[in-house]
T-cell receptor, first 114, second 112 residues
């Protein structure tokens, strides 16, 4: 199993540009989520999904969109990038049920918005 | 609002010394508790978790943590650290099925 994969690893955008961060998992996990990591703030939940076709907002959803058309994929879209979105983005997935509380994380995407 | 507080942003310690990384959380309901480790330029890896049962939880790499419900704490300990333990450690609390909050992280630096 590849686990949770994310592409790209690095990205530089100009203010106002849009892009999609890709996330895929091959563990048949129902729950997937996106976090951003900023210095001194830990990880903050952006959006999450409990299954294909179901998404919901987390703690910091503004400026981001998600969709979940398949169990495997959970892309994160930046509609109009802003410097405040400069961050490291992590995708995570987990099973449902009691054991689903363990999340498996991808390697991250480091995004810089100029 | 739910919150997770890691009381130390940086902890320097000498090799083979014991270490404790502190974590407190706000809650009036049952929670699930986690510690994750992040090595440089990598994602997070689960160290240990508390779901129910014994309040002393053992994890990988010799780490353990103790859940204290009355103090709403979940401190991480290791009796003897190695250089390879140098990393950032995150405490996380799941308040319900979909609300997981992370602390700001503690950077552990082990010196020779």
């Amino acid at each position: 199993n590849a686990g949770v994969t994310q592409t790209p690893k690095f990205q530089v955008l100009k203010t106002g540009q849009s892009m999609t961060l890709q996330c895929a998992q091959d563990m048949n996990h129902e729950y997937m989520s996106w976090y951003r990591q900023d210095p001194g703030m830990g990880l903050r939940l952006i959006h999450y999904s409990v299954g294909a076709g179901i998404t919901d907002q987390g703690e910091v959803p503004n400026g981001y969109n998600v969709s979940r058309s398949t169990t495997e994929d959970f892309p994160l879209r930046l509609l109009s990038a802003a410097p405040s979105q400069t961050s490291v983005y992590f995708c995570a997935s987990s099973y449902r049920g009691l054991s689903y509380n363990e999340q498996f994380f991808g390697p991250g995407t480091r995004l810089t918005v100029l | 609002a739910q919150s997770v507080t890691q009381l130390d942003s940086q902890v320097p310690v000498f090799e083979e010394a014991p270490v404790e990384l502190r974590c407190n959380y706000s809650s009036s309901v049952s929670v699930y508790l986690f510690w994750y480790v992040q090595y440089p330029n990598q994602g997070l890896q689960l160290l240990l978790k508390y779901l129910s049962g014994s309040t002393l939880v053992k994890g990988i790499n010799g780490f353990e943590a103790e859940f204290n419900k009355s103090q709403t704490s979940f401190h991480l300990r290791k009796p003897s650290v190695h250089i390879s333990d140098t990393a950032e450690y995150f405490c996380a609390v799941r308040y319900n099925n979909n609300d997981m909050r992370f602390g700001a992280g503690t950077r552990l630096t082990v010196k020779p």
